[in-house]
């Protein structure tokens, strides 16, 4: 009887756990075209910029902030689900999985506030906009404030895994920290913390945060913030290149 019952608690663990993972993946898609759409808008915007149109571009910025809200609420709502499909174990009575969820997703949100002022995308859509008309010239703002887009704005703590010490950009299966928000290669910080004493501290330098194997996870924006932050970087991690072409003239 032992043994039945514990088979039925498995399974139905598991299917909870496949269930909120599709749930996850369709949430991270969704999130994904948001931030595509979210970009298609911002190169409309520079068009009309280019034609004077302030209030049409105030609109469109005005729907680019909707969407962020948007994408916040969702990513929040994404990872709630994840949570809870990864630690639900069957219990007497019937579970109240709103309950669960609402607990999960404020925890999230009060941990992770949408921050509109250091939005790197939201900056990003801004700056375009004011370099149709003032390139070079800093934004508004910019003169009192020593503003750098920094890995803390666009949610990137850390651009290498503090295990393996490889570029966040170049890891196969990137994971993060619910609660301390570092990003590891999710093989290499499984076997750091399997094989470590718990509790298992963060590796970082300063870091006080635990690690648990059940809450390293690739939450529902990790993906999309390596690539934005690749994306933001490309120009500055190009090397300049200088070719030499004297053997080649000595050889004609």
């Not at 790197?120 to 887009?149: C, T």
């Amino acid at each position: 009887m032992a043994s039945t019952s514990n088979r039925h608690v498995e399974g139905t663990s598991g299917r909870i756990k496949t269930a909120s993972s599709n749930i996850f993946n369709d949430n991270q898609a969704l999130v994904g075209e948001i931030r595509k759409v979210s970009t298609m808008i911002k190169g409309v915007a520079v068009d009309l910029e280019k034609e004077n149109r302030s209030q049409m571009v105030k609109e469109l910025e005005d729907a680019v902030i909707d969407l962020l809200k948007t994408s916040n609420d969702c990513a929040h709502f994404s990872f709630a689900v994840q949570t809870v499909g990864n630690s639900y174990q069957p219990g007497e009575g019937l579970t109240d999985f709103k309950k669960l969820f609402d607990e999960e997703e404020t925890k999230t949100k009060a941990a992770n506030p949408l921050n509109l002022q250091n939005n790197s995308s939201l900056r990003q859509f801004r700056e375009a906009i004011w370099n149709v008309h003032h390139a070079g010239q800093p934004m508004p703002g910019d003169e009192q404030e020593d503003i750098v887009m920094t890995s803390t704005q666009t949610s990137i703590l850390n651009i290498t895994c503090p295990v393996s010490g490889k570029p966040i950009t170049e890891l196969q299966d990137p994971v993060r920290s619910m609660d301390c928000r570092h990003i590891y290669e999710m093989k290499v910080v499984l076997h750091y913390i399997k094989k470590e004493r718990p509790p298992c501290k963060c590796p970082v330098a300063g870091c006080p945060k635990i690690l648990q194997a059940e809450r390293v996870v690739c939450d529902p924006l990790l993906l999309l913030d390596i690539d934005e932050y690749r994306s933001t970087n490309i120009q500055t991690a190009r090397p300049t290149i200088v070719e030499d072409f004297t053997e080649l003239e000595e050889d004609e």
